[in-house]
Structure formats: structure tokens, C-alpha cells
């Protein structure tokens, strides 16, 4: 029974696994078509700003940030008079909503109700005049947005009306500053590639990344916002997907985002993320599952691969379970040196692997400090598993929110000039900008 249930185990997780590397490899096998699907075929110039947008900026004490974000939104490449910007000040006790209003942004603050950014964006979202304009655009208060931002998401608009949501590229504003953003922008720069660009390419949907998310004021208008989990673009995505929609990804419109620079926060913050998972794993998946086999989607392998991924948590904990036992059966325990080899072999090889991705994805080249970075994707990885486990038995509580700190004061006109390269220039050179 036991050798059953083990073998049904590794079926499972080896096909959730061939599923994603299969994804992956058809969308490098049509690289025109996907060319082709991420650019607009609309050349620069061709066609007049159309969109009207709202910037919705969820913050709560974020003074040391803020304002370079709203640099960046006042410097966007798109007439002034068809955008605004609204800071969503929850909870605010230092000077964020003043150094939002100096910048030009309407300030909506908040005092009381359920802490958290789900709850929070709800309570904006009955401040703004969601008629006044065509799409919302959701950007964390850390974050740069690229000076062209709004201009591709109309341009991509014009070519796709009825898109109901899109996300752009999530990209690192500080992604060298220690061993855990390394790792962190790897995986990100190989999550656009693999992930969100095959599932753009194939026509499946891709995923909310929780910021630069575009969302159609009608669907909102219609809807309301219903999020009521710690993972409120989870959630979003989940939604749309029963409801017969996809996610639209835009790889031109880029959104730098801070992350944390050392474990313990990092640790926090993914907990958090994946106490959510938990929590829409058990409420979604069963309607998704249901509106597979009902057929009630004209969309079954959307509705599949969402079902998949709202698996991820208990995949990851049955992937490294699988990997110790086969560690355990074919090295005998009384060679825990060769087990310890056969882990340094595997963590070396994705590492490497990683990190050429990670570099021809992002970079276009090679370059030595993305190789290097690369080395610490694994080792992240691995701390995973008590994040899985530490947030599984939290995932009844979607009420508790904890900030993740926030103090990298970067201009987005700094990474234009090549701080985002950081001190190696590429394979060969001798060194780069710093």
C-alpha cells in the first residue's frame, strides 16, 4: 500500500513538473511567434495615447520609498492628463501621505478596518471615480515603474480590446545588493522566461504578480473587489480564470520591485505569500477541479494549468520529499558524505542552469555575476520547505498581515544608466558599471 501510494506520489509530481519544463520548451520552439505575441506589431509613434489610467499605490509607512516611485510615474513617457495617481495611505503614522501630496498624488487615507493590502485596495476602490477612467494600474509603493510603462500597455490596449487583465514584467530594482536578492532576481528573470511568457505564447493564463497589474475599471465596476485572502492577485487570477478569462502578459512594460535583503524578511514575506496559497488551494481549487470535469469552460487547459499551479505549495513539499527518500534509498545513511555530494552535484548544476538563463533572458548575454548569483537560487530554495510547511499550518488566518520593510532609495533613472548590471559588465570584459 505504502509502495502504492509513494509510486502515485511521484506520477503526479513528475507530470506537474513535465507539464511546466513542457510549457517552457514549446514557447522557445515558436520563438518568432513568440516575439510576435509579446511586442506590439504597432510601431513606436503609430498610434495616439487612447487609455485613461489610475495608478493605485497601496502603502502603509513607506516615506523612505515613495517618492522615487512617484518620480518615475510623473516621468511616464504619456500625456499627464490621461493618468492619475492615488496613494491608498493605510494606517500612515510617518510622512508617506506628505510626500505623496508634494508629488502630486491624491492621498486617500485610512484608519480603520482589517489591516492588510486586499483590504486596503477595497476601500480605495470606493474613493475612486473607477468611471473616470478604462484601466487601473497596481503597483506596490516600492517599486520604479520604466518611463514607458503606460505607453506599451496602450499600445498592447489598442491591439487587444477586450483584454481584462494584464501583467507586465516584474523585474528587481536591487538585485545584487545580498546573496538573498541574487537568488530572488534568478528566479524572477527565469520565472518571466519560462513561465510567464510561455503561458502568453500558448494562449493559457498567466499569473498576477501582485504589482504592475492592469485591471479593467469595467470588470472591477462590475465585480467589486471580492479578494479576501493575504494573496488578493492569487485570488484575482483564480476568479477571472472561472470566469472564462486569462491573464495577458506584456514583457515591454516593466515594473522594478525591492526585495528583501536578508533571510529572516524574506522568510516573513513568503509565508505570508504562501499562507494565501494554502488558504485558495482549499477554497478554489475544488471549483476549478469542478469546472474542469463539468465542462463548463470553453478553456479546460487554462482551467488546468491554473489548477496546477494553485497545487504549487503541496507540490513543492512532495518534490524535496521525493528527492530525500530517493537520496535515502539509493545512498545508504551511513554515507551522509555522499549524499551531501550528490546534493552539492544538484545544487551546482541548477545553479549553473539557472544562472545562463536568468542571463540570456534578461541580459541578452552572459554575464558573470548573474552566473555567480545563480548559485544561491538552490540554497533559497531549499528554505521553502519549512516556509510550505510554517504557512500550511497558518492558512486558516488570512486576517494577519506583516509589512515587509522597505528602505532601497533607487531612482529609476539610475537603473536607465546601468546600476541594475551591477559591477560585471559580461563574459570576457573586464568589468562594468558601478
Known amino acids: 500500500?505504502?509502495?502504492?501510494?509513494?509510486?502515485?506520489?511521484?506520477?503526479?509530481?513528475?507530470?506537474?513538473?513535465?507539464?511546466?519544463?513542457?510549457?517552457?520548451?514549446?514557447?522557445?520552439?515558436?520563438?518568432?511567434?513568440?516575439?510576435?505575441?509579446?511586442?506590439?506589431?504597432?510601431?513606436?509613434?503609430?498610434?495616439?495615447?487612447?487609455?485613461?489610467?489610475?495608478?493605485?499605490?497601496?502603502?502603509?509607512?513607506?516615506?523612505?520609498?515613495?517618492?522615487?516611485?512617484?518620480?518615475?510615474?510623473?516621468?511616464?513617457?504619456?500625456?499627464?492628463?490621461?493618468?492619475?495617481?492615488?496613494?491608498?495611505a493605510d494606517r500612515c503614522t510617518d510622512k508617506t501621505a506628505e510626500v505623496a501630496r508634494s508629488k502630486g498624488a491624491t492621498v486617500i487615507e485610512r484608519w480603520e478596518g482589517q489591516s492588510g493590502k486586499t483590504w486596503n485596495i477595497r476601500y480605495a476602490l470606493e474613493k475612486i471615480p473607477l468611471e473616470a477612467y478604462d484601466y487601473l494600474v497596481i503597483v506596490d509603493a516600492d517599486n520604479l515603474v520604466a518611463p514607458d510603462f503606460l505607453r506599451e500597455v496602450d499600445r498592447f490596449l489598442q491591439e487587444n480590446p477586450n483584454t481584462k487583465?494584464?501583467?507586465?514584467?516584474?523585474?528587481?530594482?536591487?538585485?545584487?545588493?545580498?546573496?538573498?536578492?541574487?537568488a530572488i532576481a534568478v528566479a524572477y528573470w527565469v520565472t518571466n522566461l519560462v513561465w510567464f511568457r510561455s503561458r502568453e505564447v500558448l494562449g493559457l493564463s498567466?499569473?498576477?504578480?501582485?504589482?504592475?497589474?492592469?485591471?479593467?475599471?469595467?470588470?472591477?465596476?462590475?465585480?467589486?473587489?471580492?479578494?479576501?485572502?493575504?494573496?488578493?492577485?492569487l485570488e484575482l487570477h483564480v476568479d477571472l480564470v472561472l470566469q472564462g478569462e486569462r491573464v495577458r502578459y506584456l514583457e515591454t512594460a516593466r515594473v522594478y520591485d525591492e526585495k528583501p535583503l536578508d533571510l529572516r524578511a524574506s522568510y516573513r514575506q513568503r509565508v505570508r505569500w504562501y499562507q494565501g496559497h494554502w488558504y485558495l488551494l482549499f477554497k478554489k481549487a475544488p471549483l476549478v477541479l469542478g469546472s474542469l470535469l463539468t465542462r463548463k469552460s470553453n478553456r479546460p487547459l487554462v482551467l488546468f494549468d491554473t489548477l496546477l499551479y494553485l497545487l504549487a505549495p503541496a507540490r513543492y513539499l512532495a518534490s524535496l520529499a521525493l528527492l530525500l527518500n530517493f537520496l535515502v534509498d539509493n545512498l545508504a545513511v551511513a554515507h551522509l558524505?555522499?549524499?551531501?555530494?550528490?546534493?552539492?552535484?544538484?545544487?551546482?548544476?541548477?545553479?549553473?542552469?539557472?544562472?545562463?538563463?536568468?542571463?540570456?533572458?534578461?541580459?541578452?548575454?552572459?554575464?558573470?555575476?548573474?552566473?555567480?548569483?545563480?548559485?544561491?537560487?538552490?540554497?533559497?530554495?531549499?528554505?521553502?520547505?519549512?516556509?510550505?510547511?510554517?504557512?500550511?499550518?497558518?492558512?486558516?488566518?488570512?486576517?494577519?498581515?506583516?509589512?515587509?520593510?522597505?528602505?532601497?532609495?533607487?531612482?529609476?533613472?539610475?537603473?536607465?544608466?546601468?546600476?541594475?548590471?551591477?559591477?560585471?559588465?559580461s563574459m570576457g570584459s573586464p568589468g562594468g558599471k558601478k
Open 165 to 182: 487583465a494584464l501583467q507586465g514584467y516584474l523585474d528587481v530594482k536591487n538585485p545584487f545588493d545580498t546573496w538573498v536578492t541574487k
Open 337 to 425: 558524505g555522499k549524499v551531501g555530494a550528490y546534493l552539492a552535484f544538484l545544487v551546482l548544476i541548477y545553479g549553473t542552469l539557472s544562472g545562463t538563463i536568468a542571463s540570456l533572458a534578461r541580459f541578452g548575454k552572459l554575464r558573470l555575476n548573474v552566473l555567480e548569483a545563480g548559485l544561491y537560487v538552490a540554497p533559497y530554495g531549499f528554505v521553502w520547505f519549512p516556509v510550505a510547511v510554517h504557512a500550511l499550518l497558518k492558512a486558516h488566518d488570512q486576517g494577519y498581515w506583516v509589512k515587509t520593510s522597505h528602505e532601497r532609495r533607487i531612482g529609476v533613472e539610475e537603473l536607465e544608466e546601468g546600476a541594475l548590471l551591477g559591477r560585471e559588465e
Open 206 to 233: 498567466a499569473t498576477l504578480g501582485g504589482t504592475g497589474m492592469v485591471l479593467s475599471t469595467a470588470l472591477l465596476r462590475e465585480r467589486g473587489w471580492k479578494a479576501e485572502s493575504l494573496t488578493e492577485d
Open 1 to 88: 500500500m505504502q509502495a502504492a501510494l509513494l509510486f502515485t506520489l511521484k506520477v503526479l509530481v513528475l507530470f506537474a513538473w513535465a507539464w511546466d519544463f513542457g510549457l517552457a520548451l514549446l514557447m522557445l520552439m515558436s520563438h518568432l511567434k513568440a516575439r510576435n505575441t509579446l511586442t506590439s506589431s504597432l510601431p513606436k509613434g503609430s498610434t495616439s495615447p487612447r487609455h485613461r489610467f489610475a495608478f493605485l499605490i497601496p502603502a502603509h509607512n513607506e516615506e523612505k520609498v515613495i517618492g522615487p516611485l512617484l518620480d518615475s510615474i510623473n516621468r511616464q513617457s504619456y500625456p499627464s492628463e490621461l493618468y492619475k495617481v492615488y496613494i491608498a
